[in-house]
């Protein structure tokens, strides 16, 4: 059999392991991004040879795209507009002070670490290893014992905060000479890249969530057709953006907000949706798609990019991948976070459970298909950071949840009232809970 075929076959074969004890090992500090890295690096060159990223770059980057944009759409399309202002300041502090912070902690941080790189070269670290990954740390954000109010925050900013790092990375990488946005030019990376394809994203999104809702009104549509529906509006919006030389993502993720706007709003105009065709359940089928994906994109992760990368280590890279995870995330969440009335142990949890995945990942790859100078090291950096996110989050998330809530629990026991006790609105609640 060729490559690819013993690849798909070892793709399929993990994934299948995997499904058929993933409850037993649901309740262990033992994560399906654990699981999916650790068989990675083992199919990778480093051991088994059986996934090679130079080999297999075609399918590879189309599986890890695909990933990012049905993720990119469906985090957006569930957030409402009211969930940002939950609590009154938690997700907005958080995505308005604590990213931008994030990003330029990262650059300043990368500079005495990380010799060789050009100053965009450095900014494009900390902007590539800025988002968080939901998925990384899901029982940090699902457990019954974390006040709503964190577990909602944590939630919207993982939710928004990939999308809202794209524009920092394309300028960033526009900076870059020899990169295919810097031939370009800023002016039009600027036009095509961030402002048409949120113009593309936003009139997809707007229209396919208001298609949907009139065909639902008038009971056209089936409810499995109707999640075929969103899937499509997610490719349609990322195909629409590369086409005018755009950027895919930034258009799928504006198109997800739109999208739901949308659709909530048709709904609100007397039509008469059943319970099985509400607006948490139409994206059931594009969110359970693109977890598969981002568990299989995790796989392909350790394979190309970690194994390789553990044979290479230096104490620099190492050094700035803990400080990334740690300095770079913790101390901008405590600068968004002061005088909001949150007690130290909330700033701290809060401030941990920011594990990097998916859109490190793939923005990673795609900074290392530009072959400039610099994008090796950029890679090698990522591929630690991501690596030790998903060992060192994974295993802490359970015993950190349970001791953060046994604080909160003997805190409130003792009559003190707790800003983190703030009421969180039913919808978001029940989405934490879905996710």
Same mark, same amino acid.
């Given at each position: 059999?060729?490559?690819?075929?013993?690849?798909?076959?070892?793709?399929?074969?993990?994934?299948?392991?995997?499904?058929?004890?993933?409850?037993?090992?649901?309740?262990?500090?033992?994560?399906?991004?654990?699981?999916?890295?650790?068989?990675?690096?083992?199919?990778?060159?480093?051991?088994?040879?059986?996934?090679?990223?130079?080999?297999?770059?075609?399918?590879?980057?189309?599986?890890?795209?695909?990933?990012?944009?049905?993720?990119?759409?469906?985090?957006?399309?569930?957030?409402?507009?009211?969930?940002?202002?939950?609590?009154?300041?938690?997700?907005?502090?958080?995505?308005?002070?604590?990213?931008?912070?994030?990003?330029?902690?990262?650059?300043?941080?990368?500079?005495?670490?990380?010799?060789?790189?050009?100053?965009?070269?450095?900014?494009?670290?900390?902007?590539?290893?800025?988002?968080?990954?939901?998925?990384?740390?899901?029982?940090?954000?699902?457990?019954?014992?974390?006040?709503?109010?964190?577990?909602?925050?944590?939630?919207?900013?993982?939710?928004?905060?990939?999308?809202?790092?794209?524009?920092?990375?394309?300028?960033?990488?526009?900076?870059?000479?020899?990169?295919?946005?810097?031939?370009?030019?800023?002016?039009?990376?600027?036009?095509?890249?961030?402002?048409?394809?949120?113009?593309?994203?936003?009139?997809?999104?707007?229209?396919?969530?208001?298609?949907?809702?009139?065909?639902?009104?008038?009971?056209?549509?089936?409810?499995?057709?109707?999640?075929?529906?969103?899937?499509?509006?997610?490719?349609?919006?990322?195909?629409?953006?590369?086409?005018?030389?755009?950027?895919?993502?930034?258009?799928?993720?504006?198109?997800?907000?739109?999208?739901?706007?949308?659709?909530?709003?048709?709904?609100?105009?007397?039509?008469? =949706?059943?319970?099985?065709?509400?607006? !948490? @359940?139409?994206?059931?089928? &594009?969110?359970? *798609?693109?977890? +598969? %994906?981002?568990? /299989?994109?995790?796989?392909?992760?350790?394979?190309?990019?970690?194994?390789?990368?553990?044979?290479?280590?230096?104490?620099?890279?190492?050094?700035?991948?803990?400080?990334?995870?740690?300095?770079?995330?913790?101390?901008?969440?405590?600068?968004?976070?002061?005088?909001?009335?949150?007690?130290?142990?909330?700033?701290?949890?809060?401030?941990?459970?920011?594990?990097?995945?998916?859109?490190?990942?793939?923005?990673?790859?795609?900074?290392?298909?530009?072959? =400039?100078?610099?994008?090796?090291?950029? !890679? @090698?950096?990522?591929?630690? &950071?991501?690596? *030790?996110?998903? +060992? %060192?989050?994974? /295993?802490?998330?359970?015993?950190?949840?349970?001791?953060?809530?046994?604080?909160?629990?003997?805190?409130?026991?003792?009559?003190?009232?707790?800003?983190?006790?703030?009421?969180?609105?039913?919808?978001?609640?029940?989405?934490?809970?879905?996710?």
């Amino acid at each position: 059999m060729s490559g690819e075929t013993w690849t798909g076959v070892a793709v399929a074969g993990v994934t299948a392991a995997y499904a058929l004890g993933s409850r037993r090992l649901a309740s262990t500090p033992v994560s399906s991004a654990m699981v999916f890295v650790g068989c990675g690096v083992l199919l990778g060159p480093a051991v088994l040879d059986v996934i090679d990223f130079e080999r297999d770059a075609g399918p590879i980057l189309t599986l890890l795209e695909a990933a990012l944009a049905l993720i990119l759409f469906t985090d957006a399309m569930t957030v409402r507009p009211r969930d940002l202002r939950s609590g009154g300041f938690l997700p907005g502090r958080l995505l308005g002070i604590g990213l931008p912070l994030t990003i330029g902690a990262g650059w300043l941080l990368a500079w005495p670490l990380l010799p060789g790189l050009t100053v965009w070269e450095l900014a494009l670290v900390g902007a590539v290893l800025a988002p968080t990954d939901a998925a990384l740390g899901k029982t940090a954000m699902t457990s019954p014992r974390v006040p709503a109010l964190v577990r909602n925050g944590l939630n919207v900013e993982s939710g928004l905060n990939d999308g809202m790092v794209l524009p920092f990375f394309v300028l960033f990488l526009a900076g870059i000479p020899g990169t295919s946005a810097a031939e370009e030019g800023a002016a039009g990376v600027f036009w095509r890249a961030l402002v048409l394809s949120a113009v593309l994203g936003l009139l997809v999104g707007a229209g396919g969530g208001r298609l949907l809702g009139a065909a639902q009104a008038r009971g056209w549509v089936s409810r499995e057709w109707a999640q075929l529906f969103v899937p499509a509006a997610a490719a349609a919006a990322y195909t629409l953006a590369v086409v005018v030389d755009g950027s895919g993502f930034i258009a799928a993720w504006v198109a997800g907000f739109s999208f739901g706007l949308a659709l909530r709003r048709s709904r609100t105009t007397g039509a008469a =949706v059943g319970p099985q065709e509400g607006s !948490g @359940r139409t994206a059931d089928f &594009t969110e359970h *798609l693109g977890a +598969l %994906l981002a568990s /299989v994109s995790l796989l392909v992760f350790g394979a190309v990019l970690l194994g390789p990368t553990l044979e290479d280590l230096s104490w620099r890279i190492v050094g700035y991948a803990l400080l990334s995870l740690t300095v770079v995330r913790m101390l901008p969440v405590a600068v968004a976070l002061a005088g909001s009335g949150l007690r130290l142990p909330t700033v701290v949890y809060i401030g941990w459970f920011g594990p990097r995945g998916l859109a490190s990942v793939v923005l990673g790859l795609l900074v290392l298909e530009e072959h =400039v100078h610099g994008t090796g090291l950029l !890679g @090698r950096v990522v591929a630690v &950071t991501v690596g *030790l996110s998903v +060992l %060192l989050h994974g /295993v802490s998330a359970i015993a950190l949840a349970d001791r953060y809530g046994r604080w909160i629990e003997r805190t409130t026991a003792g009559g003190k009232e707790l800003r983190e006790g703030a009421p969180v609105p039913e919808a978001a609640r029940r989405r934490i809970t879905a996710r």
